[in-house]
T-cell receptor, first 122, second 112 residues
Framework: QVQLVQSGAEVKQPGASVKVSCKAS????????MHWVRQAPGQGLEWMGIINPSGGGSSYTQKFEGRVTMTRDTSTNTVYLQLSSLRFEDTAVYYC?????FGGGYRWPAYWGQGTLVTVSS | DIVLTQTPLSLSVTPGQPASISCKSSQSLLHSDGKTYLYWYLQKPGQPPQLLIYEASNRFSGVPDRFSGSGSRTDFTLKISRVEAEDVGVYYC??????????FGPGTKVDI
C-alpha cells in the first residue's frame, strides 16, 4: 500500500532554512507527482507546489516563489521541501501528498504523509 | 485564482441524522474535457486529510457509501446520509481546474 513517511519536527530561527523529507513506498516512485501542502496552527490547508519525481521538474504557487525548492532523490524514493528565509508565519504542519494520476500528469492529492511540524521561533 | 466558499463553517450533528455541507466556486469547475475538478477531504483531529470524493461525485476507494457528493459548475454539496461519531473533523473542498493552481475552501468543522 502507498506509504509516505515524513521527517520529524523542526524548530528554526527566523531567517533560517528548513528541509523536510518525505519517503515513499508501496508504489513506483517516478510514476506519480508529489504535492506539498501546509497548515498553520488552527488554520486551513494551503497548497504550496508540486514536483515530478521522474524528471525533477516542479511548480510552486506564487506566494512561495523564491523561497521554496522541491527536489527528489530517486535512489531513496524521497522528495524534499526546502523553505528558506523562514518567518514566524511559516510555523505550520507541512504535508507531502501523492497525486492520484498515473504517469505524466497530476490533478489531485490522494495519499498523504503524516505531516511535519515546523516551528519558527526566536 | 478560484475562490471556494463553504457553508456552514461549523456544524453540530446528531449521530444517525443526515448532514450536508455546501461548497461554492467563484467560477465554473467544469473543464473542457467534461470532468468537474472538485474534491472533498476530511481531516480528523490530529490526522492528515483523507480523500472522500473526487471529481465532484465519485467516492474514493474505501469511503463508506453514507458519503456522497453532488453538484455542478459552481455549486457543490457533500452529504452524509447518517452521521457516525467517527465522521467528526474538518471537511474541505478543493479545486484543481487551472493547473498548477490548487485552492482549498476554508473548511467546515463538524462535531457531535
Amino acid at each position: 500500500q502507498v506509504q509516505l513517511v515524513q521527517s520529524g519536527a523542526e524548530v528554526k530561527q527566523p531567517g533560517a532554512s528548513v528541509k523536510v523529507s518525505c519517503k515513499a513506498s508501496g508504489y513506483t516512485f517516478t510514476n506519480y507527482y508529489m504535492h506539498w501542502v501546509r497548515q498553520a496552527p488552527g488554520q486551513g490547508l494551503e497548497w504550496m507546489g508540486i514536483i515530478n519525481p521522474s524528471g525533477g521538474g516542479s511548480s510552486y504557487t506564487q506566494k512561495f516563489e523564491g523561497r521554496v525548492t522541491m527536489t527528489r532523490d530517486t535512489s531513496t524514493n524521497t522528495v524534499y521541501l526546502q523553505l528558506s528565509s523562514l518567518r514566524f508565519e511559516d510555523t505550520a504542519v507541512y504535508y507531502c501528498a501523492r497525486d492520484f494520476v498515473f504517469g505524466g500528469g497530476y490533478r489531485w492529492p490522494a495519499y498523504w504523509g503524516q505531516g511535519t511540524l515546523v516551528t519558527v521561533s526566536s | 485564482d478560484i475562490v471556494l466558499t463553504q457553508t456552514p463553517l461549523s456544524l453540530s450533528v446528531t449521530p444517525g441524522q443526515p448532514a450536508s455541507i455546501s461548497c461554492k466556486s467563484s467560477q465554473s469547475l467544469l473543464h473542457s474535457d467534461g470532468k468537474t475538478y472538485l474534491y472533498w477531504y476530511l481531516q480528523k483531529p490530529g490526522q492528515p486529510p483523507q480523500l472522500l470524493i473526487y471529481e465532484a461525485s465519485n467516492r474514493f476507494s474505501g469511503v463508506p457509501d453514507r458519503f456522497s457528493g453532488s453538484g455542478s459548475r459552481t455549486d457543490f454539496t457533500l452529504k452524509i446520509s447518517r452521521v457516525e461519531a467517527e465522521d467528526v473533523g474538518v471537511y474541505y473542498c478543493m479545486q484543481s481546474l487551472q493547473l498548477p493552481r490548487f485552492t482549498f475552501g476554508p473548511g467546515t468543522k463538524v462535531d457531535i
